[in-house]
């Protein structure tokens, strides 16, 4: 028996498994051809993980900038980055964060069934590491295993369900379709984004799109995303390289290789990373999304696939770029301000500043234009900064650690359950999460009668 559950939690933690597995029973349950569901099947699978290694091209170029950022300005503090934390839970609390990513699985389909928020979460990366700080909450109250994996896995699927709800309404603007949704823990801070880049709207002086910046004809070259992205970071990489110091990085970070050579090869690198993501988003939703319309039509009417960060990036790769600096000057102003208050500090974590800050900026664009893309991923960094020192607190001995979770839902869930805890134990948690199933519900039934208001007041000036 535990070995079965062993294979089927092996199975379940690789998105791209799960990806290909839906696309599988999509496409079955449409009666495709049998080579067909065999090709739609192996594409998506290797779609997704050619993705999976661009994301890991690209953190791997991040991580040694963030070195270099820490030694050239002498800052130490707790670094948001999920997988050092996570790593440290699950030493602790491995089996039920595992039995809470699982069974939060089921709870997520269920809600998606019984209300119109049909989004199925299929980044099962980032909800597994959700489910390891829920586990953390609900051990640190003192719940007994079975309460731990009851409520936890009930809080685990509201959280699944709720985030991309949250910023589904922003996603039609940047993407020109409601038929992909968007499963990152960085959800709330991306909707907050998207709400602010909506205020920054202006019929008077509107913004045009990251995507219509003109170059000069001698700089037409740069409107060649790769370009664009691996000269700018060229020029981010080599300042802070300067600032950090010509020994420093040779000696720990290169293996004797010149400096500015190193700077300007993790840049390409960098980019090189991101082109491999564009490349594998193409391939996963030219097959997900047809392949989900069987799940739709048979499981979850009308299901909408929710699909990692990286899925926004085709659709404004300009805005990528753009959102991520924004996120990562909102992060640093962050860190200034904890400096002077005399806080804990939070270091910008630079692999979630670059995800959800270019997340933020292709939904800011859409709502905002320019404009809307710098403002909207500002927030998101400061967002992103402050969250996570409010949530060490809540986290018992794991907040002790030099690291912490880094993305918006993180803090937004862990601080409401956390300090829910704090103020009335077991008792309140377990009302808590039960009312949050309630107004989950409530919700789901004041937008529905909403849309039917609307609809009829459409049909009834229509007759007019």
């Known amino acids: 028996m535990n070995g079965i559950l062993s294979l089927l939690l092996d199975i379940f933690r690789q998105p791209s498994v799960i990806v290909a597995l839906i696309s599988l029973i999509g496409l079955a349950v449409q009666h495709k051809k049998g080579t067909d569901i065999m090709k739609g099947t192996i594409r998506t699978l290797v779609g997704f993980l050619v993705l999976a290694a661009g994301a890991s091209v690209v953190s791997g170029a ?50 998606s069934m019984t209300s119109r928020f049909k989004y199925i979460y299929l980044s099962g ?105 691996a000269l700018s970071m060229a020029v981010i990489y080599v300042i802070v390289a300067l600032f950090a110091g010509a020994g420093y990085i040779e000696e720990n970070l290169s293996d004797g290789q010149n400096f500015l050579v190193f700077s300007v090869l993790q840049a390409a690198t960098f980019s090189a990373g991101v082109f491999i993501i564009l490349a594998g988003v193409r391939v996963v939703l030219g097959e997900i999304v047809p392949a989900f319309k069987g799940i739709s039509e048979k499981l979850v009417k009308n299901a909408v696939p929710a699909l990692d960060v990286p899925m926004t990036f085709t659709f404004a790769p300009n805005a990528v770029l753009i959102g991520f600096i924004s996120s990562f000057v909102g992060g640093l102003v962050g860190m200034g301000i904890m400096i002077l208050a005399g806080t804990t500090i939070i270091i910008p974590g630079i692999v979630a500043h670059f995800m959800t800050g270019g997340a933020t900026g292709v939904i800011g664009n859409g709502q905002g234009g320019r404009r809307g ?42 601080i409401l359950l956390g300090c829910t805890n704090q103020l009335g134990g077991q008792t309140a948690l377990i009302a808590g999460v039960l009312i949050a199933v309630a107004v989950f519900y409530l919700a789901s039934f004041l937008l529905t009668r909403r849309d039917k208001a609307k609809q009829a007041a459409q049909v009834e000036q229509a007759e007019a």
């Open 125 to 229: 990366h980032v909800a597994f590491y959700m489910a390891t700080m829920v586990a953390v909450i609900f051990e640190v109250a003192g719940f007994p295993t079975w309460g731990v994996l009851l409520w936890g896995s009930i809080a685990q699927g509201l959280i699944v369900t709720i985030s991309p709800a949250l910023v589904q309404p922003f996603m039609k603007d940047a993407t020109g379709t409601d038929g992909v949704a968007l499963g990152h823990t960085g959800g709330a801070g991306i909707a907050l984004g998207g709400f602010v880049a909506r205020l920054t709207r202006s019929k008077k002086n509107p913004s045009k799109s990251t995507e219509d910046i003109k170059f000069p004809a001698g700089l037409g070259f740069l409107r060649d995303t790769t370009v664009l992205i």
């Open 373 to 414: 893309a710098i403002i909207g991923s500002f927030v998101n960094g400061l967002a992103i900064t402050f969250l996570p020192l409010f949530l060490l607190p809540v986290l018992g001995d794991m907040g002790l650690v030099n690291s912490t979770y880094s993305d918006a839902d993180f803090g937004v869930a862990g």
């Open 62 to 111: 991040l991580v040694p900038f963030g070195d270099m950022f820490q030694h050239a300005f002498h800052v130490q503090g707790v670094v948001p980055n999920n997988e050092a934390i996570v790593g440290t839970v699950l030493v602790k609390y491995g089996s039920e964060a595992a039995l809470i990513f699982f069974f939060g699985m089921i709870v997520n389909v269920l809600l």
